[in-house]
Nanobody, 126 residues
Framework: QVQLVESGGGLVQAGDSLRLSCAAS????????MGWFRQAPGKEREFVAA????????YYAGSVEGRFTISKENAKNTLYLQMNSLLVEDTAVYYC???????????????????WGQGTQVTVSS
């Protein structure tokens, strides 16, 4: 089992920056990849970014590429999402996810991950 705890959400203005963190604990040695998803009110949860744990390869949704950066700190078992130039449409609950099973499902979909955090709210005002 892997436990994930997000932090760093809050209320910011458009154009501001925010960094989310996700602390992983438990059986983290089996982590294959981790990712960030978000869910805005009335919308389905969507992929934001992902990173493969062994190669550091990163992947982004088109809507955030160039503005968001996913990274990790192995020694702390922590995942980050640096969000710059925030837009009102970035407002959502952001979820951290981890996958321990390997490349059986696309990293851009929910089923590509078997562990999820509780989410952290990011609100961007105009």
């Amino acid at each position: 089992q892997v436990q994930l705890v997000e932090s760093g959400g809050g209320l910011v203005q458009a154009g501001d920056s925010l960094r989310l963190s996700c602390a992983a604990s438990g059986r983290t040695s089996s982590t294959y990849r981790m990712g960030w998803f978000r869910q805005a009110p009335g919308k389905e949860r969507e992929f934001v970014a992902a990173i493969k744990w062994s190669t550091d390869a990163t992947y982004y949704a088109g809507s955030v590429e160039g503005r968001f950066t996913i990274s990790k700190e192995n020694a702390k078992n922590t995942l980050y999402l640096q969000m710059n130039s925030l837009l009102v449409e970035d407002t959502a609950v952001y979820y951290c996810a981890a996958d321990s099973r390997g490349p059986y499902y696309s990293l851009r979909y929910d089923r590509g991950y078997d562990y999820w955090g509780q989410g952290t709210q990011v609100t961007v005002s105009s």
